[in-house]
């Protein structure tokens, strides 16, 4: 079942904050973040395996709620680059079941 | 160096004419994935390889094939393509396991006119 992402969308200036949540209406045992930018293939962030793990990758950081059945992104003093469309998937067996994605823009 | 490799990058196929699409890997991964994405959404998975263990979902058109001669190669058949297989097809590998990173080629954009 595919997991649920809000919000859709986000636009930020450099600099601000945002978060991207990930639910699902099933057990997660893991969840993966991925970002894809515009025209390009994405690209791995981190995999949060355990509840209440907290992983980082850079100036994002994510955590994962195992009772609550989330994960939230966390994007601090955002930059340019950070701009794309980040998506979390769940994991069963071995194939990874992406939500519908959020789109996030950041303007200087 | 470029790790997942697909080919070739732009396909333009008529309605019906069949197309394939490769992909290859030099990470020497068990698992091989191809995805469809359509514009503005989440890459949908076709089928995957766990080895030479080939696993369809349910959802997959039969006229999508695969087939992987190898671990390096996998490839992406598609019979008799439609109007709405336009989309960018997306190929992945992992070392499989809960914790594996998906690795991504830069996908095939695919016109079907």
């Known amino acids: 079942q595919q997991p649920v992402q809000s919000p859709q969308a986000v636009i930020l200036r450099e600099g601000e904050d945002a978060v991207i949540n990930c639910s699902s209406s099933?057990?997660?045992?893991?969840v993966h973040w991925y970002r894809q930018k515009h025209g390009e293939a994405p690209v791995f962030l981190m995999i949060l395996l355990k509840g209440g793990e907290q992983m980082r990758h850079e100036k994002i950081s994510a955590s994962f709620n195992e009772k609550k059945q989330q994960s939230s992104l966390y994007l601090t003093a955002s930059q340019l680059s950070y701009s794309g469309t980040y998506f979390c998937?769940?994991?069963?067996?071995?194939?990874?079941?992406f939500g519908a994605g959020t789109r996030l823009f950041v303007k200087a | 160096d470029a790790m997942v490799i697909q080919n070739p990058r732009y396909q333009v196929t008529q309605f019906g004419k069949p197309v394939t699409l490769s992909c290859s890997q030099t990470?020497?991964?068990?698992?091989m994935y191809w995805y469809q994405q359509k514009s503005s959404q989440a890459p949908k998975l076709l089928f995957h390889?766990?080895?030479?263990?080939?696993?369809n979902e349910a959802d997959t058109p039969d006229n999508f094939q695969s087939r992987r001669p190898n671990t390096s190669f996998c490839f992406l058949d598609i019979r008799s393509p439609g109007l709405g297989d336009t989309a960018m097809y997306l190929c992945?590998?992992?070392?499989?396991?809960?914790?594996?990173?998906?690795?991504f080629g830069p996908g095939t954009r695919l016109t079907v006119t």
């Open positions: 998937g769940t994991e069963i067996g071995f194939k990874t079941i």
């Open positions: 099933k057990a997660l045992y893991s």
């Open positions: 390889y766990y080895d030479k263990d080939f696993n």
């Open positions: 990470l020497n991964h068990n698992v």
């Open positions: 992945a590998t992992s070392r499989g396991g809960s914790e594996a990173e998906q690795y």
